[in-house]
């Protein structure tokens, strides 16, 4: 089991930036994919960024990867998503998980609220 916690979110202008990180305790293993997932009012979460704890090998929504870096830190235990140039669509509660491999997410932090003013 993997507990996760999330931190870093706030309220910023547009155009700012702001760096989103996700401490892991519990059963962390190389071989895991590390996840950040977003969910705005009314709207059904969807995938933002992943990696895997041991290669660092990264997948992206398609549409954020100019914007948005997702790193990890193993001495650290903690996985990170970096974000530029925010806009107003991107405000959402922030979520971190963590999959097996070959598994589904599974194991999520509470969140974090990320907004962003005109």
């Known amino acids: 089991q993997v507990q996760l916690v999330e931190s870093g979110g706030g309220s910023v202008q547009a155009g700012a930036s702001l760096r989103l990180s996700c401490a892991a305790s519990?059963?962390?293993?190389?071989?895991?994919?590390m996840g950040w997932f977003r969910q705005a009012q009314g709207k059904e979460r969807e995938f933002v960024a992943a990696i895997t704890w041991g290669d660092g090998i990264t997948s992206y929504q398609e549409s954020l990867k100019d914007r948005f870096t997702i790193s990890r830190d193993n001495v650290k235990n903690t996985v990170y998503l970096e974000m530029r140039s925010l806009r107003p669509e991107d405000t959402a509660v922030y979520y971190c998980a963590s999959a097996p491999p070959n598994s589904q997410f599974g194991s999520w932090g509470q969140g974090t609220q990320v907004t962003v003013s005109a």
């Open positions: 519990g059963r962390t293993v190389n071989s895991y994919r």
